[in-house]
C-alpha cells in the first residue's frame, strides 16, 4: 500500500513533442504528490508538485495531471527540450509522516 | 541559497570495512534523510531523522546504522562493508511537516550524492 508505480521506465521523445510520464498509489492518506528531477552527477531536484485539492498545475512548460478517484498522476513535459533529457521521480507523502515514497524513474532522452 | 553537502563524491572500500557517510546541511531543517539509488529501484530510504539523536528506519536498514549528533549533521555507517552496499548514497533534508504554513515547504532538498564501491 506504500508504493508508488511509475511508468515507462524510459522514454525518447523528439525535440517540441510532449513527454509524459505516469504514476499510481495505493495509500488514500497520501496527500503531496512531488516531481523531482534528476540530472547525471547530481541530486534530484524538486520540479513541481501538486495536493489532491486541485486536478491540475502548471508550472511553464511542466504540468501535473491528478485524479483522485484513479488515484493517478502524470507529468507533461510540453515542447520538450534536449536541456529536459533527465531522470524523473515521481513521489508521496501523506498523514502526519515527513516520508516520501517514490517510484522507480523515468530516464527521458530527448532527441534533437 | 539551499545547500546539502555530502562528504564524499566517490568512495571504494574494502568487503568487511566500516564506512562512514557524512551529511550536512545549513537550513535549519528538522529532518534528514539517507537513501540509496539503485537502477531500476528508484530511491529507497534507509533511514530518517527528525530531530537531534532521534532516528527512524526506513525501508531498507539492515547493514546500516545512523547517527545525528547535532542538528546539521547526519551520518551513515557501514558497519561491515558488503558488495551488495555498493550503490548510489543520497542524503536528503527537510523542513518539518507539521510545521509547514506555507506549500513547499515539506520540499526534500538532496545532496550531490556519494557514489560508493565495496570491492
Known amino acids: 500500500q506504500q508504493q508508488v508505480k511509475q511508468s515507462p521506465q524510459s522514454l525518447i521523445v523528439q525535440k517540441g513533442g510532449i513527454s509524459i510520464i505516469n504514476c499510481a498509489y495505493e495509500?488514500?492518506?497520501?496527500?503531496?504528490f512531488p516531481w523531482y528531477q534528476q540530472f547525471p552527477g547530481k541530486g534530484p531536484a524538486l520540479l513541481i508538485a501538486?495536493?489532491?485539492?486541485?486536478s491540475e498545475k502548471k508550472e511553464g512548460r511542466f504540468t501535473i495531471s491528478f485524479n483522485k478517484s484513479a488515484k493517478q498522476f502524470s507529468l507533461h513535459i510540453m515542447d520538450s527540450q534536449p536541456g529536459d533529457s533527465a531522470t524523473y521521480f515521481c513521489?508521496?507523502?501523506?498523514?502526519?509522516?515527513?516520508?516520501?515514497?517514490f517510484g522507480t524513474g523515468t530516464l527521458l532522452a530527448v532527441q534533437p | 541559497d539551499v545547500k546539502v553537502t555530502q562528504s564524499s563524491r566517490y568512495l571504494v572500500k574494502r568487503t568487511g570495512e566500516k564506512v562512514f557517510l557524512e551529511c550536512v546541511q545549513d537550513m535549519d531543517h528538522e529532518n534528514m534523510f539517507w537513501y540509496r539509488q539503485d537502477p531500476g529501484l528508484g530511491l529507497r530510504l534507509i533511514y530518517f531523522s527528525y530531530d537531534v539523536k532521534m532516528k527512524e528506519k526506513g525501508d531498507i536498514p539492515e547493514g546500516y546504522s545512523v547517527s545525528r549528533e547535532k542538528k546539521e549533521r547526519f551520518s551513515l555507517i557501514l558497519e561491515s562493508a558488503s558488495t551488495n552496499q555498493t550503490s548510489m548514497y543520497l542524503c536528503?533534508?527537510?523542513?518539518?511537516?507539521?510545521?509547514?504554513?506555507?506549500?513547499?515547504?515539506?520540499?526534500?532538498?538532496f545532496g550531490p550524492g556519494t557514489r560508493l564501491l565495496v570491492l
Open positions: 513521489a508521496a507523502s501523506g498523514g502526519a509522516t515527513n516520508k516520501l515514497i
Open positions: 536528503a533534508s527537510s523542513s518539518q511537516r507539521e510545521t509547514s504554513v506555507f506549500y513547499g515547504e515539506e520540499t526534500q532538498y
Open positions: 495509500n488514500t492518506a497520501f496527500d503531496y
Open positions: 501538486i495536493r489532491p485539492d486541485v
